[in-house]
């Protein structure tokens, strides 16, 4: 079918070996025999909405030159690539490959994201894989938004019943691990002309690490490319040749357009790689990239996120073997030309009115803009087209929020010093008075700040894994340390073995830190379980579990207003020092 603003497809057959972008549909070689006419199944596919119901803005909201996303928008794009027949309609499953909520706009995230789950309903959803995000607020959770029922705490919040996914969850590699089964369930299977198509969801291995502890608590993660193999095996027992696998894992291309395949890398190629030959199509996502690839004799794919495009996939499956012999796919742009879906303005109004009190409610202001963006903190090398290469490190809007949090609990656990990750960061604050909307675009995570106990030495770790890692913690005022330019990085075997810390210089209200002192320290509850790679905190004791991160930060708005860029002098390096 023909849609406006199609681009060229990308095709796969059985004996391509590379990760390469294709024009032309390759078919199995035995399909040169006399065979009835195959089936013509289209997927529609998505990933990384995160709950982005209204057109997300800035560069957020543009994709290949296009101003595109909106989930009213989205719909009428889905309705209308399904086509227009009875039997177009009939041959076409949407999927998607998770984080469709979590780390959600206010408008969803205020009511934990059940409207984005409705929408989902509203638009034809039929399965997904869940993503690292859906597990932002655990498991049960996660069920909830599967099985429908109010918030055990908030109840229905805008009054009406919540009935949960019309669509279902896939988790075949997140598991309980006390009984080893899946959280839910692992596969899904959809039968048209009498052929089944089974769909594997799954998520990235590394869950864990980039989400609260509390989120993963009771879980396990598995391999993906071995999970998909076990799964597959299992299918093709129940007489399942056309598998199709959504993953919330992905790559990137070094340059290359909307359905392109340039340069392609990433861990989605490794996976790709391992997977049994009988697995035919990867919906991936979780890098937020689009591309259009064959690897290893699969269609993988990726439609950016926020839902700015769909990726539209034909697939022919031969009668008679069950199986698919072509796949091609094409990223389509979510344009705002076309006519928006009714329905789901209904539900966006609906939703609006009951958060418009809240949303709309000043809790600070600032003197200036606050930014998210990193100072360069120390040269690190060059590139391979010799340009130079920076750890980054510190940020106004980084340090304000160091500052919130220390706080916060400076009184009541008795912190000297609070230290955050640069990525629960996620948006800059511009001069003026600032809304709770506005803050809560910050930190958006509803983290819990925990308070506890770490000795000097583990203070000195916790700085060296910053550059294991390339994540330099924004700290509070009370902190003030130098970096050794010419230092070394531990690696992530050994993180205290670094030299990157000048011993010595690591200061807490201006009285040097000592290996064997104990301090009171407060971070949010993804790094105190060992988030974005500081396992040193896990280490911490006498934890106390405090307020949510947002409700420190807004608190702190409405306490220093006007609120001002902080220096960026809590961090030297040996080239700032001068000599004694």
């Known amino acids: 079918m023909s849609v406006p603003g199609m681009r060229r497809r990308a095709a796969v057959g059985l004996a ?52 595109a996303g909106g989930a009213a928008y989205l719909a009428a794009h889905l309705d209308a ?33 059940e409207p984005t789950i409705e929408e989902m309903n509203l638009a034809g959803l039929e399965f997904t894989s869940v993503g690292n995000h859906e597990f932002d607020e655990g498991a049960t959770e996660l069920l909830r938004m599967q099985n429908g029922g109010c918030h055990p705490v908030d109840g229905c919040a805008d009054g009406t019943p919540f009935k949960g996914a019309e669509f279902q969850y896939l988790s075949a590699n997140a598991f309980k691990t006390a009984t080893g089964k899946p959280l839910l369930p692992p596969y899904g299977i959809k039968k048209i002309d009498g052929v089944k198509i089974g769909f594997i969801g799954m998520t990235l291995e590394g869950t864990p690490q980039i989400v609260s502890q509390q989120g993963v608590a009771g879980l396990s993660f598995a391999d993906e490319a ?14 399942v040749e056309a598998i199709v696998v959504l993953l919330h894992e992905g790559g990137v291309q070094n340059g290359g357009g909307i359905n392109d395949c340039t340069g392609f890398s990433g861990p989605i190629v490794d996976i790709a790689n391992r997977m049994d030959p009988s697995i035919d199509v990867i919906v991936s996502g979780h890098t937020h990239a689009a591309y259009n690839c ?12 926020f839902g700015r495009l769909v990726t539209d996939i034909d697939l022919k499956i031969d009668r008679r073997s069950r199986d698919i012999v072509s796949a091609s796919a094409n990223n389509v742009v979510v344009t705002r030309t076309i006519d928006p879906d009714e329905a789901t303005n209904d539900l966006i ?232």
Do not use: W
């Open 226 to 239: 071995d999970t998909a193999n076990k799964y597959a095996r299992i299918l093709r027992k129940q007489g």
């Open 294 to 305: 064959n690897i290893n004799g699969k269609l993988v794919t990726s439609a950016s996120s």
């Open 349 to 580: 109004t609906r939703y609006k009115t009951a958060l418009g009190p809240v949303a709309d409610k000043v809790v600070g202001e600032t003197t200036g803009v606050l930014t998210k963006t990193q100072e360069n903190l120390y040269q690190t090398g060059v590139d391979v087209n010799g340009k130079p290469t920076y750890q980054t490190g510190e940020s106004p809007l980084g340090n304000v929020i160091a500052d919130a949090q220390l706080a916060a609990t400076d009184n009541e656990q008795n912190a000297v010093a609070a230290f955050m990750n640069p990525g629960g960061v996620r948006a800059d604050l511009d001069a003026g008075p600032v809304t709770y909307a506005e803050a809560f675009t910050v930190q958006p995570f509803a983290n819990n700040l925990v308070t506890l106990d770490l000795t000097g030495a583990q203070l000195y770790c916790m700085l060296e894994q910053q550059f294991t890692t390339a994540k330099v913690l924004y700290a509070s005022s009370t902190v003030h340390y130098v970096v050794d330019v010419n230092g070394t990085t531990a690696p992530a075997a050994s993180p205290c073995t670094g030299t990157r810390v000048v011993r010595g210089s690591l200061t807490i209200n201006g009285t040097p830190v000592t290996d064997t002192a104990t301090y009171r320290v407060t971070v949010n509850n993804f790094l105190a379980g060992g988030g974005d790679g500081f396992s040193v905190l896990t280490g911490g004791t006498n934890a106390v579990t405090g307020l949510i991160d947002l409700d420190a930060f807004t608190a702190y708005l409405t306490e220093k207003s006007p609120v001002s860029a902080p220096a960026l002098d809590r961090i030297q390096t040996t080239a700032e020092v001068p000599a004694a």
């Open 81 to 113: 690539l399904r086509g227009t027949t009875k039997k177009e309609r009939d041959h076409t499953v949407t999927v998607a490959a998770g984080d469709l909520i979590g780390a959600s706009p206010l408008l969803s995230a205020a009511f934990h994201d």
């Open 16 to 67: 391509a070996l590379a990760a390469t972008a294709f024009t032309a549909v390759a078919v199995h070689p035995d399909q040169a025999e006399a065979r009835p006419k195959p089936i013509d199944v289209k997927l529609l596919a998505i990933n990384d909405f995160h709950g982005n119901l209204e057109p997300p803005t800035g560069s957020s909201g543009t994709i290949d030159g296009q101003f």
